[in-house]
């Protein structure tokens, strides 16, 4: 469909019958895209990233801002243009027209948001977890996912009230690590030099690259923020200043973040822990309790995985709404208006993965999904800039998405064979969701053709 008439709600005013519920105004909006980037990404990748390029762990971060930029933008483009939740997949099926084509954007995304949630369920139930209480990583993580899916149940106007609470609190977080940060190069125990230090193994623009194509996954907020596009009220207007507000905020946090830990902290010891920073708070002055920083760092990691849990769920249900995937998968919990069957198909399938794979591998899978997905969106951009609609949004500068689809490119050759195998793993599942459903539609007769 190449979609010349406005969505539902275009002007961002209308409320569909039965549909989802505008309650997020532009204040909710932006703690859910600073929560979501600032979840996994300061707490649980520092080291990872520390890992591949050495001390200078700022460098990829300021990288990865840089790069995320150039398709924020066209993604803020086409759901200011398009304000409706289906997301990358509404995209690229109005730009291609292609059923199987919007399927597999559809269903990467999802897969993205679902092993994203598993990531940070992985992270909570480690080091920062042991703090208070010493269980299997395995079962603290699952733990996690259920509790965060019955939040999903309760209703998103509260699901987000939640985030932006855990938003404050992982702001506290990130200005105690500054706090320390700055008393530990006052005093003279920290080394800033190391910030200066490309120390992995390989040519300097290459460590970059890779240590960005990692740091990238802290900055995909944009990404589960526009599949809530139905409900924010006026999207038109709410998400521009919303999201580059946030992506804003987390890039001057990440950096401020990154040049102090690698200060405080030797990087061998930062790469090899499972909480990063609250290896700042032990080796740093200002006495601040263990305790203390180990919860705040639990409540970011658990909001990030509840955000990726709300983008997948609401993904799977613009993906019904659409007739890309079963009806049944669209259907709401009456009272609370909350799509009860995406929410627990979405938990169900993180639950698995939590429990079979690790922080580093599914966070890699996580950017190389969503790599792919961005380059076919920055593409979309380019092939929709000659369809109007009724409403005003925002244009990204020219030139943006054409460099924004090369660079995706250029971050997809950086992840290793076992990433890619394990992402082919996940899409070959979807070809076999494509598969079931199309063979139902054929028997009953019931396609309705909206992705053609």
């Not at 275009?10 to 909006?29: N, S, Y």
């Not at 708070?281 to 509840?306: C, D, H, K, Q, Y």
Request: with cysteine; aromatic share 8%; net charge negative.
């Amino acid at each position: 469909m190449r979609g010349t008439e406005p969505a539902s709600g275009a002007a961002g005013h209308d409320e569909p019958t039965g549909g989802l519920r505008r309650t997020i105004g532009p204040g909710l909006l932006f703690f859910f895209v600073l929560g979501d980037m600032l979840g996994g990404g300061i707490y649980a990748l520092v080291g990872e990233v520390g890992g591949v390029v050495g001390g200078a762990i700022w460098v990829p971060f300021l990288v990865a801002f840089v790069l995320a930029s150039l398709t924020a933008a066209a993604y803020v483009e086409l759901v200011t243009k398009y304000p409706r939740a289906a997301g990358a997949a509404l995209y690229v099926n109005t730009a291609f027209g292609r059923p199987f084509l919007t399927f597999l954007v559809a269903f990467a995304v999802m897969c993205s948001g679902i092993t994203s949630a598993a990531a940070l369920a992985r992270a909570f139930a480690g080091d920062y977890l042991v703090t208070f209480v010493d269980t299997p990583v395995q079962l603290g993580a699952l733990a996690l996912l259920v509790a965060l899916a019955a939040v999903n149940l309760w209703g998103v106007k509260e699901s987000v009230r939640v985030n932006a609470a855990f938003t404050v609190i992982e702001v506290i977080g990130v200005l105690i690590i500054l706090t320390v940060g700055a008393m530990a190069i006052g005093e003279g125990s920290a080394d800033l030099s190391r910030n200066l230090d490309l120390g992995g193994d390989g040519p300097p623009l290459l460590l970059v690259l890779a240590g960005s194509a990692l740091a990238f996954y802290t900055l995909i907020g944009f990404e589960d923020s526009v599949n809530m596009a139905e409900e924010v009220r006026d999207p038109s207007r709410a998400f521009p200043r919303a999201l580059f507000g946030a992506m804003g905020v987390a890039a001057v946090a990440y950096l401020g973040v990154t040049v102090v830990a690698s200060a405080v902290v030797p990087t061998q010891d930062l790469a090899t822990s499972d909480a990063p920073l609250l290896e700042v708070i032990r080796r740093g002055p200002g006495g601040v309790p263990e305790t203390l920083f180990s919860g705040i760092a639990l409540f970011a990691l658990a909001n990030g995985a509840l955000l990726n849990l709300m983008m997948a769920s609401r993904l799977v249900y613009g993906m019904a709404q659409e007739g890309i995937v079963p009806s049944a998968l669209g259907r709401v919990l009456p009272g609370r208006r909350t799509p009860v069957v995406a929410i627990t198909f979405t938990t169900a399938l993180a639950l698995v993965l939590a429990a079979t794979g690790d922080l580093g591998d599914l966070a890699d899978t996580t950017v190389l999904l969503l790599l792919v997905v961005f380059a076919f969106v920055n593409v979309s951009v380019l092939v929709l800039r000659g369809d109007e609609v009724g409403h005003d949004h925002f244009r990204a500068p020219s030139g943006a998405p054409a460099l924004g689809a090369v660079v995706c490119v250029a971050l997809v050759t950086q992840h290793e064979g076992a990433t890619w195998l394990r992402a082919a793993a996940l899409m070959t599942l979807g070809v076999v969701v494509w598969g079931i459903d199309r063979g139902i539609d054929h028997r009953t007769g019931t396609h309705t053709g909206r992705t053609s």
